[in-house]
């Protein structure tokens, strides 16, 4: 098997020399790159195409949720893995919804990080369990604008919904709390340990309880419901 061409980008030296030290030693692993901002991680991955770049996201002159779109966008063949604090919880859902596999928190153990890479590397999705739960439990309210949902969608919900009587069961409230945050099917059966079928049982369930069958018109308006009745 060829070795995993990787490219480090992060702001911060001592965290790409730290990253760099910890994967080189691996022998399928091989560090091929380092940026120190978003906008240099875009231009190398197209320069070096990368199997997976580890992208940090609070960078200058392009954070790494823009550069992951970019990269996405002209090669989606590049797995992006983001980097970040639990503190990014806005920034996390971003980056994921703009193409990268998932994301590690920065004091991951050097072990966890290599299995990491080679997990995201064949096509698993990486999110840390105990953040994982949280961001389910916990539904962001940072853009209010978003959270309105059009006079036209709240027409077609129920008298009970509109009263903020969700009716969901405990497992239906974390999957709508994810399903409002963004996140897909393959993102949430990953976080919650569930089959990708059960998952979508679960959306399709939640579907007909508000009685919105638009995805996006269904997350704005769970956004809001569940923020009400918290």
Known sequence: MSKIKVLIADDQALMRDGLATILEVEEDIEVIATANDGQQAWKLAREYEPNLVLMDIRM???NGIESTKKINEENSDIVVLALTTFDDQEYIV???????????????????????????????????????SKLAANVSNTQAG???????????????????????????????????????????ASALYLSHGTVKNYV?????????RDRTKAALYLKEELVLVE
């Open 60 to 62: 200058p002159k392009m």
């Open 146 to 188: 978003a959270s309105k949902v059009d006079t036209e969608s709240k027409a077609g919900v129920n008298v009970a919904m509109q009263e903020n009587k969700l009716d969901l069961s405990s497992r239906e409230k974390e999957v709508a709390a994810m399903l409002a945050d963004g996140f897909t099917n393959k993102q949430i």
């Open 94 to 132: 971003q980056i994921l919804n703009n193409g990268a596999q998932g994301y590690l928190l920065k004091d991951i153990d050097g072990d966890k990080l290599v299995q990491a890479i080679k997990d995201v590397v064949e096509g698993d999705f990486i999110m840390p369990s105990e953040v994982a």
């Open 204 to 212: 399709s369930s939640i579907y007909s309880k508000i009685e919105i």
